[in-house]
Protein backbone atom coordinates (compact mmCIF):
# COMPACT_ATOMS: atom_id res chain seq x y z
CA UNK A 1 0.00 0.00 0.00
CA UNK A 2 3.05 2.37 0.97
CA UNK A 3 4.75 1.66 -2.41
CA UNK A 4 1.39 2.41 -4.48
CA UNK A 5 0.95 5.61 -2.96
CA UNK A 6 4.73 6.92 -3.17
CA UNK A 7 4.26 5.87 -6.91
CA UNK A 8 0.84 7.32 -7.38
CA UNK A 9 2.52 10.67 -5.72
CA UNK A 10 5.33 9.94 -8.69
CA UNK A 11 7.68 9.21 -5.85
CA UNK A 12 10.57 6.75 -5.30
CA UNK A 13 9.96 4.29 -2.63
CA UNK A 14 11.46 3.92 0.14
CA UNK A 15 12.64 7.71 -0.61
CA UNK A 16 15.59 9.45 0.00
CA UNK A 17 14.23 12.34 1.85
CA UNK A 18 11.06 12.70 3.88
CA UNK A 19 9.18 15.80 5.64
CA UNK A 20 6.35 15.71 7.28
CA UNK A 21 4.34 18.98 8.56
CA UNK A 22 1.44 19.34 10.69
CA UNK A 23 -1.17 22.03 10.88
CA UNK A 24 -3.33 22.30 13.77
CA UNK A 25 -6.86 23.77 13.12
CA UNK A 26 -6.73 22.49 9.66
CA UNK A 27 -6.34 19.04 11.69
CA UNK A 28 -3.69 17.82 8.76
CA UNK A 29 -0.73 16.01 9.08
CA UNK A 30 1.17 15.94 5.35
CA UNK A 31 3.89 13.59 4.01
CA UNK A 32 6.37 15.20 1.92
CA UNK A 33 9.33 13.13 0.15
CA UNK A 34 11.80 12.93 -2.51
CA UNK A 35 14.88 12.87 -4.17
CA UNK A 36 17.55 13.93 -2.43
CA UNK A 37 18.12 17.93 -3.10
CA UNK A 38 15.10 18.44 -5.09
CA UNK A 39 12.13 19.51 -5.06
CA UNK A 40 9.65 17.14 -2.46
CA UNK A 41 6.35 15.91 -3.83
CA UNK A 42 3.08 15.50 -1.42
CA UNK A 43 2.66 12.13 -0.85
CA UNK A 44 -0.41 12.13 1.55
CA UNK A 45 -2.60 14.06 3.61
CA UNK A 46 -3.48 12.19 6.78
CA UNK A 47 -6.54 13.88 9.43
CA UNK A 48 -5.93 14.08 12.72
CA UNK A 49 -8.66 12.40 15.03
CA UNK A 50 -7.29 13.73 18.08
CA UNK A 51 -5.41 16.79 19.46
CA UNK A 52 -5.85 18.45 22.50
CA UNK A 53 -5.47 22.43 23.52
CA UNK A 54 -6.00 25.07 20.77
CA UNK A 55 -3.31 26.84 18.97
CA UNK A 56 -0.85 28.21 20.61
CA UNK A 57 2.98 26.18 21.38
CA UNK A 58 3.47 24.57 24.46
CA UNK A 59 5.03 26.02 27.09
CA UNK A 60 5.12 24.10 30.38
CA UNK A 61 3.92 20.58 31.53
CA UNK A 62 0.22 19.89 31.56
CA UNK A 63 -0.82 22.70 29.79
CA UNK A 64 -2.80 20.27 27.23
CA UNK A 65 -1.17 21.69 24.33
CA UNK A 66 0.25 20.26 21.38
CA UNK A 67 3.82 21.84 20.98
CA UNK A 68 4.42 24.14 17.79
CA UNK A 69 7.73 24.63 15.88
CA UNK A 70 10.41 22.62 14.29
CA UNK A 71 11.45 19.40 15.58
CA UNK A 72 12.20 15.81 14.40
CA UNK A 73 10.53 12.51 14.79
CA UNK A 74 13.24 11.02 16.68
CA UNK A 75 12.32 7.76 18.96
CA UNK A 76 9.77 4.82 17.83
CA UNK A 77 7.64 2.17 19.81
CA UNK A 78 5.80 -0.42 18.01
CA UNK A 79 4.51 -1.52 21.63
CA UNK A 80 2.95 2.01 21.96
CA UNK A 81 -0.08 1.61 24.37
CA UNK A 82 -1.55 3.80 21.27
CA UNK A 83 -1.08 1.26 18.35
CA UNK A 84 2.14 2.70 17.42
CA UNK A 85 3.90 5.91 18.55
CA UNK A 86 6.58 7.87 17.22
CA UNK A 87 8.08 10.55 19.40
CA UNK A 88 8.18 14.58 18.62
CA UNK A 89 11.81 15.87 19.78
CA UNK A 90 10.13 18.19 22.20
CA UNK A 91 11.06 20.54 23.95
CA UNK A 92 13.58 22.08 21.64
CA UNK A 93 16.28 24.40 22.09
CA UNK A 94 13.43 27.53 21.79
CA UNK A 95 10.82 25.54 24.17
CA UNK A 96 13.72 25.41 26.47
CA UNK A 97 14.20 29.45 26.43
CA UNK A 98 10.79 30.71 26.47
CA UNK A 99 8.90 27.83 28.11
CA UNK A 100 7.85 27.70 32.14
CA UNK A 101 9.48 24.86 34.18
CA UNK A 102 8.67 21.68 34.46
CA UNK A 103 8.69 21.98 30.40
CA UNK A 104 6.88 18.32 29.94
CA UNK A 105 7.89 15.75 27.25
CA UNK A 106 6.74 12.38 25.60
CA UNK A 107 4.29 14.24 22.81
CA UNK A 108 4.02 11.64 20.29
CA UNK A 109 2.41 11.05 16.85
CA UNK A 110 0.21 8.30 17.41
CA UNK A 111 -2.85 5.72 16.95
CA UNK A 112 -5.99 5.25 18.98
CA UNK A 113 -7.59 8.60 18.61
CA UNK A 114 -6.87 10.38 22.05
CA UNK A 115 -4.12 13.16 23.16
CA UNK A 116 -3.07 14.75 25.93
CA UNK A 117 -0.55 17.12 23.73
CA UNK A 118 0.46 14.29 21.13
CA UNK A 119 -1.19 14.22 17.83
CA UNK A 120 -3.28 11.07 17.29
CA UNK A 121 -4.18 9.50 13.64
CA UNK A 122 -6.47 6.24 12.93
CA UNK A 123 -4.71 3.01 13.86
CA UNK A 124 -4.22 2.29 9.87
CA UNK A 125 -3.10 5.13 8.99
CA UNK A 126 -0.45 5.47 11.82
CA UNK A 127 0.74 2.04 10.06
CA UNK A 128 1.55 4.21 6.65
CA UNK A 129 3.08 6.63 8.09
CA UNK A 130 5.18 5.01 10.88
CA UNK A 131 6.67 2.70 8.26
CA UNK A 132 7.18 6.00 5.83
CA UNK A 133 9.16 7.58 8.58
CA UNK A 134 11.13 4.56 9.58
CA UNK A 135 12.02 3.29 6.07
CA UNK A 136 12.99 7.04 4.98
CA UNK A 137 14.78 7.58 8.51
CA UNK A 138 17.02 4.62 7.32
CA UNK A 139 17.94 5.63 4.32
CA UNK A 140 18.47 9.34 5.09
CA UNK A 141 20.55 8.26 8.69
CA UNK A 142 19.01 11.15 10.31
CA UNK A 143 15.49 11.86 11.90
CA UNK A 144 12.64 13.09 9.60
CA UNK A 145 11.84 16.38 9.89
CA UNK A 146 7.94 17.18 11.66
CA UNK A 147 7.14 21.14 11.60
CA UNK A 148 4.11 22.06 13.67
CA UNK A 149 2.30 24.94 12.95
CA UNK A 150 -0.96 26.35 14.34
CA UNK A 151 -2.27 27.13 10.99
CA UNK A 152 -1.49 27.77 7.24
CA UNK A 153 0.55 31.01 7.85
CA UNK A 154 -0.43 32.80 4.57
CA UNK A 155 -1.35 36.51 5.37
CA UNK A 156 -5.24 35.49 5.88
CA UNK A 157 -3.75 32.78 8.46
CA UNK A 158 -1.62 35.19 10.02
CA UNK A 159 -4.22 37.96 10.85
CA UNK A 160 -6.60 35.26 11.57
CA UNK A 161 -4.42 34.14 14.38
CA UNK A 162 -3.76 37.08 15.65
CA UNK A 163 -7.84 37.27 16.11
CA UNK A 164 -8.14 34.22 17.81
CA UNK A 165 -9.19 34.32 21.31
CA UNK A 166 -6.32 32.77 22.91
CA UNK A 167 -3.99 35.36 21.18
CA UNK A 168 -1.76 37.31 22.81
CA UNK A 169 0.84 39.88 21.89
CA UNK A 170 3.81 37.09 22.95
CA UNK A 171 1.95 34.51 21.27
CA UNK A 172 1.77 36.71 17.52
CA UNK A 173 5.12 37.33 18.10
CA UNK A 174 5.88 33.49 17.82
CA UNK A 175 4.03 33.19 15.49
CA UNK A 176 5.09 35.74 13.06
CA UNK A 177 8.63 33.72 14.49
CA UNK A 178 7.14 30.53 12.45
CA UNK A 179 6.01 32.08 8.82
CA UNK A 180 9.71 32.30 7.33
CA UNK A 181 10.08 28.57 7.79
CA UNK A 182 6.14 27.30 6.41
CA UNK A 183 6.53 30.53 3.53
CA UNK A 184 10.55 28.74 2.60
CA UNK A 185 9.04 25.43 2.11
CA UNK A 186 6.16 26.71 0.25
CA UNK A 187 8.38 28.72 -2.45
CA UNK A 188 11.41 25.94 -2.65
CA UNK A 189 9.58 22.68 -1.81
CA UNK A 190 12.98 22.23 0.25
CA UNK A 191 12.64 21.60 4.32
CA UNK A 192 14.34 24.43 6.09
CA UNK A 193 17.23 25.04 8.28
CA UNK A 194 16.37 25.90 11.85
CA UNK A 195 18.54 26.95 14.02
CA UNK A 196 17.54 28.77 17.54
CA UNK A 197 19.15 32.31 19.03
CA UNK A 198 20.28 31.08 22.39
CA UNK A 199 19.53 34.32 23.75
CA UNK A 200 16.00 35.32 22.99
CA UNK A 201 14.62 31.80 21.94
CA UNK A 202 14.13 33.31 18.11
CA UNK A 203 13.98 30.72 15.14
CA UNK A 204 16.43 31.54 12.28
CA UNK A 205 15.35 30.08 9.34
CA UNK A 206 17.42 29.24 5.88
CA UNK A 207 16.95 27.81 2.86
CA UNK A 208 17.11 23.88 3.16
CA UNK A 209 20.26 22.20 1.07
Known amino acids: MVARTFAEAGVSWPPEELYVRAFKQERQLEVWAGA ?11 PFCAASGEVGPKRREGDLQVPEGFYTLDQFNPRSQFHLSMRVSYPNDADRRLGERPLGGA ?96 YTVKPGR
Not at 37 to 46: C, I, S
Not at 125 to 137: D, H, W
Not at 140 to 164: C, E, T, Y
Open 36 to 46: KGQRLRKVKTF
Open 107 to 202: IYVHGNCMSIGCIAIEDGPIEELYLMVLEARARMKRDVPIHIFPRRLDAQGLAALAQHPSATPERVAFWRGLEPGWRLFEETRRPPRVSVDSRTGA
